[in-house]
């Protein structure tokens, strides 16, 4: 972990959104399978943004290219996981993915009728990455977009009753995409510094279906590591449901605003940049995302 948030205090990327997604139909990605599959293909998802948008980079590296997915969605009796999963330990072919299996869909904290929130990376050109850190930024307070592509002025911090995902296929992670660490926050941390703490992690260190991310990717044609596209995912009512109420309360988590972001690096060559994509958490019993109206209103002054 403490690797990892290195990393983040390093580069950090997000993705900030002004336009309101309350006109958007939330039956789209609820009335149908959503494509699961590391990212070989995206039926069910939408298209944000490109990484080099102005608008959606936060900090970081500048080079870096892929497309940014999200999708939401109930969990319903007839989802999958498509294509075909790689061996433990096997090199990628480009198509099959690593990560989670098929039967996580519906084991350990994940149950049908569970909300779901995914964010998707597609890498373009020569890019491909090896971590990626998803954040949920509760009452979306943390995570500014820069004031442009390539500006200094972004924010990517962490505070009391945000979550975040820690997924890697390096060495340290032989699940390979698997989610490595689930972290609640209970305070404020600068750049989620671990020398400021405020955090803790329920489930350990080591991948484990206890936790309400599942992640899946697919690894590059010959690469032990490097991904060509990763999907992740966070289960609302599993976080609610495991240590939700307990840490931060329902009307927090759901509160208007609620962002989500994610960090993402290829650790094989160096610490590096990320990117954030932003979205409203929807009120508990209903699908519809909230609009960001107002979310970007002003920045809590620190």
Known sequence: MNLTLTAVRRSLVAASFAASFAAM???TASAQVVDINGGSSW???????????????????????????????????????????????????????????????????????DRIVGVGIQYT???????????????????????????????????????????TSMFWNPGRWRTKQYSVWSGFSQEGSPQEGNYSFP???????????????????GSLDRSTSV?????????????????????????????IGFFEADESNSYTDSTNQIFAIPAPGALALLGLAGAFAGRRRR
Not at 207 to 221: G, I
């Open 203 to 221: 489930y350990g260190q080591s991948p484990t279906l206890a936790m309400p991310t599942r992640t899946y990717a697919v690894l590059d044609n």
């Open 231 to 259: 999907q992740m995912f966070m289960n609302l009512d599993a976080i609610l449901r495991s240590n939700g109420g307990a840490t931060y309360g329902d009307d927090l988590f759901y509160s208007a605003g609620t962002k």
């Open 125 to 167: 050109g020569g890019t491909r990455g090896t971590t990626a850190y998803l954040h949920v930024d509760a009452r979306g307070d943390n995570i500014f977009g820069a004031s442009s592509f390539g500006a200094g002025d972004g924010v990517f911090s962490h505070d009391a009753g945000d979550t975040s995902a820690y997924n």
């Open 43 to 113: 039926s069910g998802w939408s298209s944000i943004a490109n990484s080099q948008t102005a608008g959606v980079w936060v900090r970081g590296r500048t080079d870096r290219t892929f497309n940014i997915f999200r999708t939401q969605f109930t969990l319903n009796a007839g989802q999958s996981v498509g294509g075909s999963r790689l061996a433990d330990g096997s090199v990628g072919d480009g198509v099959g993915y690593s990560g989670d299996d098929a039967s996580s869909l519906f084991t350990g904290a994940w149950q049908a009728g």
């Open 25 to 27: 139909s939330a039956g």
